[in-house]
Nanobody, 121 residues
Framework: QVQLVESGGALVQAGGSLRLSCAAS????????MRWYRQPPGKQRELVAA???????NYADSVKGRFTISRDNAKNTVYLQMNSLKPEDTAVYVC???????????????WGQGTQVTVSS
């Protein structure tokens, strides 16, 4: 069974920084793309950043220049470094990953449970 577990969420003042982690564990053969989403209170979930296995990344316009996504393939972990945080960054941050649990099985997307980030003004 595969699990994705996020950590690092907290209450922080505007202008501060946080680093989120998402570790995948279980019977994993390989992981392709990994992503961070967020869901602000009362709003739709939105894609924040994504990173390929080779390290290519892309970002939502609202976080470009402030957030950095990275990954450690040896640890099956993806990170999100968030700097210059704003109150509008307040949300539940959730990671997902496209991965295989067997060489004979297709890629499947797994989701974590999320971690709360609250930015006070």
């Amino acid at each position: 069974q595969v699990q994705l577990v996020e950590s690092g969420g907290a209450l922080v003042q505007a202008g501060g920084s946080l680093r989120l982690s998402c570790a995948a564990s279980g019977s994993i053969v390989s992981i392709n793309d990994m992503r961070w989403y967020r869901q602000p209170p009362g709003k739709q979930r939105e894609l924040v950043a994504a990173i390929s296995r080779g390290g290519s990344s892309n970002y939502a316009d609202s976080v470009k220049g402030r957030f950095t996504i990275s990954r450690d393939n040896a640890k099956n972990t993806v990170y999100l470094q968030m700097n210059s945080l704003k109150p509008e960054d307040t949300a539940v941050y959730v990671c997902n990953a496209d991965l295989r649990t067997s060489p004979l099985r297709p890629l499947r997307t797994y989701w974590g449970q999320g971690t709360q980030v609250t930015v006070s003004s």
